[in-house]
């Protein structure tokens, strides 16, 4: 009988009010990815460095941002080996990866080559009309997403439409680029791999609330931003009325309907958590088939950490794409349920400096204290060396 993989466990609890009450105070998204990241490497007592720009460090990383006015690009060191981020992607991954990856096109090839489970799809390069339509004709029956195929963040994706308004969807496009793919029903995931394991992952119902029987669909969409206000990752992920509104009057609905008790009303396509879409974890539950894809896919292209989006038909997985620089920040506090702690961070960081013997690295339970960490980010341009005097976690 095979045994279940062994889950790294964290050396924070995500639901400790003082770590999230130090995460809310960061309230741009990229400054949670980085707080995490510096989190676990000053708890390994690696030293951080933050950098205004490549020029500063004296590097030149060509997948990184030369500049930024938020502070993506920083250096750990353990005195010895030093390597540099931006954000959750270490130099470990190479441009030429980087490449590969945001190339949706190419990297469904290499799936393809490679027996990485994914939708069947075909490109639209602005002179292959009749191509398209016989990629359409063979999956009768299906509708499809029409994606940019080096678009990101679900910029410019158009979901659930069948073939004859592809066609003419096509028509607008121009020249550009554009992956047609057909649309696989089932529930997405995120999974994280770092060095051929998944040490996270969330699935994403979409966009929604449940009716109580009392309030309309106006007021549980009120209910339930409400808390997200205050929610370490979810401060900026409110649900927007107005697209809720016209998501709904384009099937006949109002906001001012009252559904019934345990009804739920999806109020989008999109499962972004920035639009306001749900995620809780499920590393613990998760289907062996959706972890082996993920890890397949990482290992297709060369990717050493990054995360996987999966969809899940109820037998098989299908990967979607991949994401080399990607949020982490929901595997600590997903919006449902309790998260897994920083253990993605914590496994980027313990990948880039193992022990020397292989054992498990000592981490210390203290918090950065958010204040000085945001302070350090001002800093740009300068090299802003972390001793920060520590909050320590209770107990």
């Known amino acids: 009988m095979n045994m279940p993989p062994m889950r790294p466990r964290s050396a924070v609890d995500s639901t400790d009010p003082i770590l999230r009450a130090q995460a809310v105070k960061l309230a741009v998204a990229s400054r949670k990815c980085g707080y995490l990241m510096v989190l676990a490497a000053w708890q390994r007592g690696?030293?951080?460095?933050?950098f205004g720009s490549q020029a500063d460090a004296r590097v030149n990383i060509k997948n990184m941002p030369a500049q930024s006015a938020e502070p993506a690009l920083f250096s750990i060191t353990d005195g010895r080996n030093r390597h540099f981020f931006c954000l959750s992607m270490g130099d470990a991954t190479t441009p030429e990866i980087g490449d590969l990856a945001r190339n949706k096109d190419v990297t469904k090839r290499r799936f393809m080559q490679a027996g990485v489970r994914t939708p069947r799809a075909a490109l639209w390069t602005g002179h292959n009309l009749s191509e398209i339509v016989s990629f359409a004709a063979q999956i009768p029956g299906r509708t499809f997403v029409v994606k940019p195929s080096g678009g990101s963040l679900r910029e410019g994706v158009q979901m659930g439409l069948p073939a004859a308004q592809v066609i003419q969807r096509l028509s607008n496009i121009g020249a550009t680029p554009t992956l047609i793919e057909e649309q696989i029903v089932g529930l997405e995931y995120r999974?994280?791999?770092?060095?051929?394991?998944?040490?996270?992952?969330?699935?994403?119902?979409?966009?929604?609330?449940?009716?109580?029987?009392?309030?309309?669909?106006?007021?549980?969409?009120?209910?339930?931003?409400?808390?997200?206000?205050?929610?370490?990752?979810?401060?900026?992920?409110?649900?927007?009325?107005?697209?809720?509104?016209?998501?709904?009057?384009?099937?006949?609905?109002?906001?001012?309907?009252?559904p019934a008790l345990g009804e739920r009303v999806v109020l989008s396509e999109s499962n972004n958590l920035?639009?306001?879409?749900?995620?809780?974890?499920?590393?613990?539950?998760?289907?062996?088939?959706?972890?082996?894809?993920?890890?397949?896919?990482?290992?297709?292209?060369?990717?050493?950490?990054?995360?996987?989006?999966?969809?899940?038909?109820?037998?098989?997985?299908?990967?979607?794409?991949?994401?080399?620089?990607?949020?982490?920040?929901?595997?600590?506090?997903?919006?449902?349920?309790?998260?897994?702690?920083?253990?993605?961070?914590?496994?980027?960081?313990?990948?880039?400096?193992?022990?020397?013997?292989?054992?498990?690295?000592?981490?210390?339970?203290?918090?950065?204290?958010?204040?000085?960490?945001?302070?350090?980010?001002?800093k740009l341009g300068v090299k802003t060396r972390f001793r920060i005097p520590p909050i320590q976690v209770p107990g």
């Not at 690696?46 to 933050?50: D, G, K, Q, Y």
Request: net charge negative; charged share 20%; hydrophobic share 45%.
């Open 191 to 258: 999974a994280y791999v770092v060095d051929g394991r998944v040490v996270a992952a969330g699935a994403k119902p979409g966009i929604s609330v449940t009716g109580n029987g009392r309030e309309s669909i106006a007021q549980l969409i009120q209910r339930k931003n409400a808390p997200r206000l205050i929610d370490p990752v979810l401060q900026s992920c409110i649900i927007d009325l107005a697209a809720a509104v016209q998501h709904l009057a384009e099937r006949g609905q109002t906001a001012a309907r009252v």
């Open 46 to 50: 690696l030293t951080v460095e933050f």
């Open 274 to 378: 920035a639009d306001g879409a749900d995620v809780y974890s499920v590393i613990d539950t998760l289907d062996p088939d959706i972890e082996q894809m993920a890890i397949a896919a990482c290992a297709a292209i060369g990717l050493p950490n990054g995360g996987v989006d999966i969809i899940f038909d109820g037998k098989q997985a299908y990967v979607l794409e991949l994401n080399v620089r990607a949020a982490i920040g929901s595997h600590s506090f997903p919006s449902v349920g309790p998260g897994v702690g920083n253990v993605v961070a914590e496994a980027i960081v313990d990948w880039y400096f193992p022990t020397p013997d292989g054992t498990p690295p000592l981490r210390h339970t203290a918090v950065l204290d958010s204040t000085e960490v945001a302070a350090a980010f001002k």
